[in-house]
């Protein structure tokens, strides 16, 4: 069992950035690929970015690769998404996941966060 809790979510202005943490519980977070989802109002769910274990790979959609980083420290138990060159799009709750393998399918993942907000003002 592994809980997730996101914060760093807020109000940033366009062109501003931001950088997302997700702490998770438990003595099993190294085994886990890790991944960012958000979900604007009206919007289905989206993939944002996946790391594996050992941060030896990373995955990002296409609408945030160049201005998202994600990262993990497996000693501290928590991921990050840095986040830069916000716009009005990246308007979402922005939730963490884990799970077997970093894809950029949500069913992939067994355990989600409660979200956080990230609002972007033009």
């Known amino acids: 069992q592994v809980q997730l809790v996101e914060s760093g979510g807020g109000l940033v202005q366009a062109g501003g950035s931001l950088r997302l943490s997700c702490a998770a519980s438990?003595?099993?977070?190294?085994?886990?690929?890790m991944g960012w989802f958000r979900q604007a109002p009206g919007k289905e769910r989206e993939f944002v970015a996946g790391?594996?274990?050992?941060?030896?790979?990373?995955y990002y959609a296409d609408s945030v690769k160049g201005r998202f980083t994600i990262s993990r420290d497996n000693a501290k138990n928590t991921v990050y998404l840095r986040m830069n060159s916000l716009n009005a799009e990246d308007t979402a709750v922005y939730y963490c996941?884990?799970?077997?393998?970093?894809?950029?399918?949500?069913?992939?993942?067994?355990?989600w966060g409660q979200g956080t907000q990230v609002t972007v003002s033009s």
């Open positions: 996941a884990a799970g077997a393998a970093a894809g950029g399918v949500s069913s992939g993942y067994d355990y």
């Open positions: 438990g003595r099993t977070f190294r085994s886990y690929a």
């Open positions: 790391i594996s274990q050992s941060s030896v790979r990373t």
